[in-house]
Nanobody, 120 residues
Framework: QVLLVESGGGLVQAGGSLRLSCAASGRTFSSDIMGWFRQAPGKERELVAGIHSGDSTYYRHSVVGRFIISRDDAKNTVYLQMTSLKPDDTATYYC??????????????WGQGTQVTVSS
């Protein structure tokens, strides 16, 4: 059974930082794409950042320069370092994994989500 377990969410003031972690088990994802999505109440889920096995990355425009995604394949873990947080970053953040090397198509595995709340 493949599991993605997020941690590191919480309540932070605007301008603060948080580091999310996602530990995968049941399968190694060293050759696949890992990413972070978020969903705020009443809004669609959106891809925030993703990282390919070759360390190529994608960032949503609104988080460029503030968020950094990284991965430790030895630990089968992906991270999202979030800085200069804004109230608009408030959402449930989901870790996800996509088998293969194409950014197109469905994501195969999802975590249960971790809440990030940024107060103004």
């Amino acid at each position: 059974q493949v599991l993605l377990v997020e941690s590191g969410g919480g309540l932070v003031q605007a301008g603060g930082s948080l580091r999310l972690s996602c530990a995968a088990s049941g399968r190694t994802f060293s050759s696949d794409i890992m990413g972070w999505f978020r969903q705020a109440p009443g809004k669609e889920r959106e891809l925030v950042a993703g990282i390919h096995s070759g360390d190529s990355t994608y960032y949503r425009h609104s988080v460029v320069g503030r968020f950094i995604i990284s991965r430790d394949d030895a630990k089968n873990t992906v991270y999202l370092q979030m800085t200069s947080l804004k109230p608009d970053d408030t959402a449930t953040y989901y870790c996800a994994a996509k088998i293969g090397t194409s950014w197109i198509g469905q994501w195969n595995y999802w975590g249960q989500g971790t809440q990030v709340t940024v107060s103004s």
